[in-house]
């Protein structure tokens, strides 16, 4: 089958580096489309709208990785070494997220809440949701590139070194390594 163009969302003064969907809330019944881009903003889009009902400014650098997240909020990485929570409802946000050392590549939360942030620095970090730092992991020799999780405990976190590694997250440790791409694992 061929695609046919819906829509051409519009603002960005830079390059769109990630876009993610968020699910439909009392606000938006039929959810909401967050794009991020190398201008540092996020904006946010109804699906049968081509200009934003939102626009994040805050971020000092490329907007990297965005995820939805509990609570009607997005979470996004960015070049700045930091990591943001932003409440759709509100229009602001609500947290932000430091420790990294260098570009923050990826982030997620988990259905506990806990919001896991991956990055250049070769580190993954754990933070509570009131932003506290719970824990670092580490074991990647390049870039972490992205995570997903497999339940409340589990993570996997993909690579520049070509690895994809699977972690407990309580423990804080990993508990496999994988090694079967000859080159860099993007998420």
């Keep these: 089958g061929r695609y046919i163009q819906h829509k051409t969302l519009l603002g ?13 809330t009392s606000a ?19 699906p049968d709208s081509a200009d934003p ?17 509990l609570n009607t909020c997005l979470l996004s ?14 229009n602001e946000c609500s947290m932000s997220f430091e420790g990294h050392l260098m570009a923050v590549w990826c ?26 730092l719970k824990g670092i992991l580490e074991g990647h020799t390049d870039c972490v ?9 589990i ?10 590694r699977r972690w407990d997250i309580e423990r804080g440790e990993c508990m496999e390594i994988l090694y079967s791409h000859p080159n860099y694992i993007y998420r």
């Design 12 to 24: 960005h003064l830079n390059f769109v580096s990630a876009v993610c969907v968020l699910p439909p």
């Design 28 to 46: 938006y019944a039929f959810g909401l489309i967050a794009t991020g881009s190398h201008d540092s903003t996020i904006r946010v889009y109804e």
């Design 53 to 69: 009902v939102l626009i994040f400014t805050g971020h000092e650098g490329a907007v990297t990785c965005l995820n939805p997240a």
């Design 77 to 90: 990485a960015s070049w700045d070494k930091t990591v943001k929570l932003w409440n759709t409802s509100l």
């Design 107 to 132: 982030v997620i939360q988990i259905p506990n809440g806990l919001i896991i942030s991956g990055s250049a620095d070769h580190k993954i970090r754990v933070f509570n949701k009131n932003s506290s």
């Design 145 to 153: 590139r992205g995570l997903c999780h497999i339940s409340e405990t």
């Design 155 to 164: 993570v996997l976190s993909c690579s520049n070194d070509s690895s994809v």
